[in-house]
C-alpha cells in the first residue's frame, strides 16, 4: 500500500504532525468507520467519518465520529447556511479527487468550508481518512482543525 497520497503530502506541507495508520479495508462493511475501528483497535468515537455534502448547493465538508450520525441541519447551521445534503458518492469523487472509503479531507483537489464535530477535541488524537482505503491518519482534533481551517461545531447526534 502506498504511504503516500495528496492527504498526508498536504500535513506535511502544512507541518502538521501525523502518524499513519494501515489495516485491511473491507468494502462490504456495514460501516466503513467502524470497521477501521474495530481493525486499529480502538472506540468507534475516536475514528472519524468525512462527510462531503452541499450546504445551500456548495460543496463543503463534514467529519464526524464513525459511531453516529450527522445532523444536516446543525452542518448547515455551522456552516452559515440554511440547508444541507449529502453530496452523491460520484459527485463527491470527482470533486475530492478521493474514491467513496477513502475519501480524507486533507488535500482534496478543491479547497471547500470544513466543519469538524467538537467531540474531536476531547481526545489526545483521532483517526481520520489518510487519502486511500484502509489508511488513517492519527493527529490531534485541534491540529486537524487547524490544517483544515474549519468550524468546530456540535454536529453529531446521539
Known sequence: ?????????????????????????????????????????????????TLMVLIDGKPACAIAPSDGEVSMKRV??????KSATMMRPADAERLTGYKVGGISPFGQMRKVPVVLDETALLWDAIFING????????????????????????ISMA
Open 131 to 154: 487519502g486511500q482505503r484502509g489508511l488513517q491518519v492519527f493527529l490531534a482534533g485541534e491540529d486537524a482543525a487547524q490544517a483544515l481551517d474549519a468550524v468546530i461545531a456540535d
Open 1 to 49: 500500500m502506498a504511504q503516500a497520497t495528496r492527504a498526508t503530502k498536504a500535513l506535511e506541507q502544512a507541518g502538521t504532525r501525523f502518524e499513519l495508520r494501515s489495516y485491511d479495508y473491507d468494502p462490504d462493511a456495514d460501516s466503513i468507520g467502524q470497521a477501521a475501528a474495530s481493525a486499529l483497535g480502538v472506540e468507534p468515537a475516536q475514528v472519524f467519518k
Open 76 to 81: 448547515a447551521a455551522a456552516l452559515g447556511a
